[in-house]
T-cell receptor, first 114, second 114 residues
Framework: DSGVTQTPKHLITATGQRVTLRCSPRSGDLSVYWYQQSLDQGLQFLIQYYNGEERAKGNILERFSAQQFPDLHSELNLSSLELGDSALYFC?????????????FGPGTRLTVL | AQKVTQAQTEISVVEKEDVTLDCVYETRDTTYYLFWYKQPPSGELVFLIRRNSFDEQNEISGRYSWNFQKSTSSFNFTITASQVVDSAVYFCALSEYPDYKLSFGAGTTVTVRA
C-alpha cells in the first residue's frame, strides 16, 4: 500500500459525459501528479500540482482540468468524454517536486467510456 | 521524441533464471533521475529503484541490481533468480528539471514460468 488513495476504482460512463476522479496523497506529500495509461499512448504525464498551485502541464487535453485543494487532495475533471478517453488514470504524490523524491502511485481509476 | 526507450517488449524466462531489462534514455540535463517501476497484473505501479545522474555506482538490493552507464545513456535492471511473483510489466522512467515529471518507457512485460 503506497499510502495514495484514489476513488473511484472503476468508472463506466457514456460519451459526452463529465466525471471527476479524486486523489488523496500520502500524508506529508505536497506534490501531486496525474498520469494517464492507455494501450496506444502508454503512460503519459498530464498535470502536476504543488501545495495547491499548478506547476507543470503535460499532454492534457483542454477538456480535462484539475485542481489541488487546501487539504492537498486533488481532483481530475474530464468532460465531453470520448471513447478514446478510456484509460487507467493514476495519481502519484511526492514530498516535493524533486527528482530526489520518488513518486508513489495510487491504485488508479479505470475509466471506461461507452 | 521518445525520452526513454525500452527495446524489449516481452521477456519470458523459467523460474530461477536471471532477467535483464534494458533502458536507454535521452536528456540534455546534467542533473536527472532514473527510476524503475513495476506494474503487476493487479495494475498498481510500484516503485523499485531510483538513481541520480551523479552516482554511477551500481548496486544490488536483494534480488534487484542495476547498471547505470552515463556514457551510453543506459540504465539496465536485473532480477536475479526470478520468481513467478516477478511476472509484471517493468517501466523505466526519467525525471528532469524543472518539473520532475516522470517520462516513462513503453514497458517490458516479464513472464516467469514455474
Amino acid at each position: 500500500d503506497s499510502g495514495v488513495t484514489q476513488t473511484p476504482k472503476h468508472l463506466i460512463t457514456a460519451t459526452g459525459q463529465r466525471v471527476t476522479l479524486r486523489c488523496s496523497p500520502r500524508s506529508g506529500d505536497l506534490s501531486v501528479y496525474w498520469y494517464q495509461q492507455s494501450l496506444d499512448q502508454g503512460l503519459q504525464f498530464l498535470i502536476q500540482y504543488y501545495n495547491g498551485e499548478e506547476r507543470a502541464k503535460g499532454n492534457i487535453l483542454e477538456r480535462f482540468s484539475a485542481q489541488q485543494f487546501p487539504d492537498l487532495h486533488s481532483e481530475l475533471n474530464l468532460s465531453s468524454l470520448e471513447l478514446g478517453d478510456s484509460a487507467l488514470y493514476f495519481c502519484a504524490s511526492s514530498v516535493r517536486p524533486s527528482g530526489r523524491d520518488e513518486q508513489f502511485f495510487g491504485p488508479g481509476t479505470r475509466l471506461t467510456v461507452l | 521524441a521518445q525520452k526513454v526507450t525500452q527495446a524489449q517488449t516481452e521477456i519470458s524466462v523459467v523460474e530461477k533464471e536471471d532477467v535483464t531489462l534494458d533502458c536507454v534514455y535521452e536528456t540534455r540535463d546534467t542533473t536527472y533521475y532514473l527510476f524503475w517501476y513495476k506494474q503487476p497484473p493487479s495494475g498498481e505501479l510500484v516503485f523499485l529503484i531510483r538513481r541520480n545522474s551523479f552516482d554511477e555506482q551500481n548496486e544490488i538490493s536483494g534480488r534487484y541490481s542495476w547498471n547505470f552507464q552515463k556514457s551510453t545513456s543506459s540504465f539496465n535492471f536485473t532480477i536475479t533468480a526470478s520468481q513467478v511473483v516477478d511476472s509484471a510489466v517493468y517501466f523505466c522512467a526519467l525525471s528532469e528539471y524543472p518539473d520532475y515529471k516522470l517520462s516513462f518507457g513503453a514497458g517490458t512485460t516479464v513472464t516467469v514460468r514455474a
